[in-house]
């Protein structure tokens, strides 16, 4: 997987409890959508010269392990699939010293051209770029925590 975002968990970010409070998980999952956003040529450069962003349309967190204050994280992303318009992305939350899951995100993500504020098509380069790293991760096993939805049984 791409690794697409390091931090270090700062004492703002933790809660009562000593842990990373549950909206700075997403936090840190929304600056790496803003670095593949950039892998794939929609930088500020690339938005600029495209007029075209992502905004999320949905995403699901998993919670699977305490990640505490100081702790040195890393986000690794895996292009699980696209078409002409969209990205659904998966996001893996890891300490930066091994390789414990500690939170997983999997999210749907819209190109929208902003002079008309509505979804377009991806530019072509943009495509090409999206279509490379595809390829490149092809071979990548789905993960687990993909496609989960959230309910009580019974």
């Given amino acids: 997987m791409l690794t697409t975002y390091r931090t270090a968990i700062s004492p703002e970010w933790v809660d009562y409890n000593d842990h990373l409070r549950d909206a700075f998980y997403l936090l840190i999952f929304s600056y790496a ?53 969209r990205l659904q992305v998966y996001h893996a939350l890891y300490r930066c010293s091994d390789e414990r899951l500690l939170a997983a995100n999997e999210q749907m993500l819209s190109n929208i051209d902003r002079r008309v504020g509505r979804s377009a098509p991806f530019d072509e380069a943009v495509l090409a770029q999206v279509q490379a790293l595809h390829e490149a991760q ?3 096993p789905r993960p687990i925590h993909v496609g989960r939805v ?3 049984p019974g």
């Avoid at 040529?41 to 349309?57: F, K, P, V, W």
């Avoid at 699977?64 to 100081?70: I, M, P, R």
């Fill in 150 to 152: 959230i309910g009580l």
């Fill in 138 to 140: 092809r071979d990548l």
């Fill in 33 to 85: 959508t803003d670095a593949l956003m950039s892998q794939i040529g929609l930088d500020q450069a690339g938005r600029e010269r495209s007029g075209h962003t992502l905004y999320t349309l949905e995403c699901h967190l998993n919670y699977l392990a305490e990640v505490k204050l100081g702790a040195e994280v890393e986000v690794r992303t895996q292009l699980l699939a696209h078409d002409h318009k």
